[in-house]
């Protein structure tokens, strides 16, 4: 399993464009991109996938360099809301992957 | 909607006793997932399903063992609970097929050992 870094914490204030990299330097040829949120008492929720290029979806987006051997993930104008543990995996057909650490974000007002 | 559910969200128990905890899902999905999430230490995949009576080990079995004789059912099993298995545990699921690489979670069950 390819292993993800990533840093482990990040403060951002309200309204602010947060940005959060992820190495994946072992990534697989057919590996795909993806990251979850998670709240606290809950389970992870899926945020966003990509392969190569570029992803925009209504809640992110999602940058992946041609070597694919990192992405940044990309929150528009924060709110309190979104403060929470966003992890970055790298996963072949929804299978075994691994979560790490994941990186803490706090906005504040 | 897609759904997971386990089968406590609180479970108390005592060092020794053999504890399950259930997960059920009713997407069809043919993978699931045990983990354990401790404070500092993100999720660790304890095991992986990808088919009925089919198991893999993820990186901290130890201490643990699965069953899964159904599709939508997979059990967590502490054979000897311990103290130090004390955590919160969180069970997912996915398919291989989809057009996303898409855990989905249920609310998970925070075991406590004493």
């Known amino acids: 399993l390819a292993k993800t870094t990533q840093p482990i914490s990040m403060d951002s204030y309200e309204g602010q464009e947060v940005n959060i990299t992820c190495s994946h330097n072992?990534?697989?040829?057919?590996?795909?991109i993806t990251w979850y949120q998670q709240f606290p008492s809950q389970g992870p929720r899926f945020i966003i996938q990509?392969?190569?290029t570029k992803v925009t979806n209504e809640v992110a987006s999602l940058f992946i360099p041609a070597d694919r051997k990192s992405s940044t993930l990309s929150l528009p104008r924060v709110s309190l809301s979104d403060t929470a543990v966003y992890y970055c995996?790298?996963?072949?057909?929804?299978?075994?992957?691994?979560f790490g650490d994941g990186t803490t974000l706090t906005v504040k007002p | 909607d897609v759904k997971v559910t386990q089968s406590s969200r609180y479970l108390v128990k005592r060092t020794g006793e053999k504890v399950f905890l259930e997960c059920v899902q009713d997407?069809?999905?043919?993978?699931m997932f045990w983990y354990r999430q401790d404070p500092g230490l993100g999720l660790r995949l304890i095991y992986f399903?990808?088919?009925?009576?089919?198991?893999e080990k993820g990186d901290i079995p130890e201490g643990y063992s699965v069953s899964r004789e159904k599709k939508e059912r997979f059990s967590l099993i502490l054979e000897s609970a311990s103290t130090n298995q004390t955590s919160m545990y969180l069970c997912?699921?996915?398919?291989?097929?989809?057009?996303?690489?898409?855990?989905?979670f249920g609310p998970g069950t925070r075991l406590t050992v004493t």
């Open positions: 997912a699921s996915s398919s291989p097929t989809g057009d996303r690489n898409e855990q989905y």
């Open positions: 072992n990534i697989a040829t057919n590996d795909y």
């Open positions: 990509g392969y190569k």
């Open positions: 995996l790298v996963v072949l057909n929804a299978g075994k992957s691994t």
């Open positions: 997407m069809d999905h043919e993978n």
């Open positions: 399903s990808y088919d009925v009576k089919m198991k």
